[in-house]
Each structure stands twice: as structure tokens, then as C-alpha cells.
């Protein structure tokens, strides 16, 4: 039907893809981000259509200059293919350990992923200020080009907004 009629096709938006996340779908694209744990502030970010899962994406976020730092994700990244490519590139792993039916998490292993999730959360603080005072990673474009484009612009707004409020509080901590 699309193929009598060319200017459906072109109000239809053939890249993107389906995905279900606690019981709801969602149609469109992800933005896959690597965030300085210290200020915030976005350091690379990859966008894909939103069935890549989220692991996926780890490889192309990561850089030469991660070497020898931590790397804080949840447990949707832990596999022994990241772990063997994060050790590859001198990346000390901090992803959370999962627990099994079999072999449920122990204490220790509960108390260490308690202690990355305070680090880890900043990551998600970035999601929460882009939905909540920007209104939502809400992408109104046709095409993977155009929406990877969007979300660029998205994740540059939030560092200027960011690098904007770590101004101010510098001023207040450190008047001239």
C-alpha cells in the first residue's frame, strides 16, 4: 500500500523500532550517554534505535582516555564479554553484580552494589533533569539522522545547563 503512495512512506518513520520496558512500549530511540561522575556533565553519547539494548551500545561511548578509570553501570551491562572488553582497555569495572534463583546475591555482594549506586545514580540524576526541566527526551523528527541530530542537541542543551548551575556555584562558594 505504501508503495502507491509515496507520501505516506515519507510521514512514516521506517528506522525506528518498538521496545518494551516494565509492561509499556515505546516506539522511537535511545540516547546512550557517558557521564562524568563529578560534574555531571555529559561526556559522549551514542544514539540508536530503541531496540539496541542498552549493553550494545557500551563500545561506542567508550574512549582512549577511559583508561584507568571506573566505569559505574547497572547490571544490564554485566556479561563476560564486557568485562573481558572493559579489562582490554584497562577499564576497572564497577557494573553491579546480578543475582541468580539458583545463587541470589550475598550481603557482600549486596552491600558493594549499594555502594556503586551512589556513583551510578548521578548518571541517572541527568535522565531525570532532561525530563523533568526540559520536558522530556520527546523526539519530533522523521529518520535515524534527523533524531540522532535532535538528541545531540538535547544533550548539549543539558551541558549548558549543566556548565551554567556549576558556574553559579562556584561563584556563590567562591566569590571575587
Known amino acids: 500500500e505504501w508503495e502507491s503512495q509515496p507520501n505516506k512512506v515519507r510521514q512514516k518513520d521506517v528506522d525506528a523500532t518498538w521496545v518494551k520496558r516494565h509492561g509499556k512500549a515505546y516506539f522511537g530511540y535511545k540516547n546512550h550517554i557517558k557521564v562524568d561522575s563529578k560534574s555531571k556533565l555529559i561526556d559522549k553519547y551514542q544514539a540508536t534505535v530503541s531496540s539496541v539494548h542498552d549493553s550494545q551500545a557500551l563500545e561506542d561511548v567508550l574512549e582512549k582516555s ?3 578509570q571506573k ?4 547490571s544490564a551491562y554485566r556479561s563476560e564479554e564486557i568485562e573481558k572488553e ?3 582497555r584497562g577499564i576497572k569495572s564497577r557494573i553491579h553484580e546480578k ?4 545463587a541470589p546475591l550475598t550481603k557482600t555482594q549486596q552491600n558493594r552494589n549499594r555502594m556503586k549506586s551512589k556513583i551510578r545514580a548521578r548518571v541517572e540524576h541527568v ?10 527526551l520527546k523526539i519530533r523528527s522523521i529518520g535515524w539522522e534527523r533524531a540522532a541530530v535532535n538528541i545531540g542537541l538535547f544533550n548539549l542543551v543539558y551541558n549548558i545547563d549543566r556548565a551554567n548551575y556549576l558556574k553559579k556555584t562556584l561563584r ?3 566569590p571575587i
Do not use: E, P, Q
Open 86 to 88: 572493559l579489562k582490554r
Open 66 to 68: 577511559d583508561r584507568g
Open 71 to 74: 566505569l559505574y553501570a547497572d
Open 127 to 136: 535522565f531525570g533533569h532532561i525530563k523533568k526541566k526540559m520536558g522530556g
Open 99 to 102: 543475582g541468580k534463583r539458583s
Open 172 to 174: 556563590k562558594r567562591y
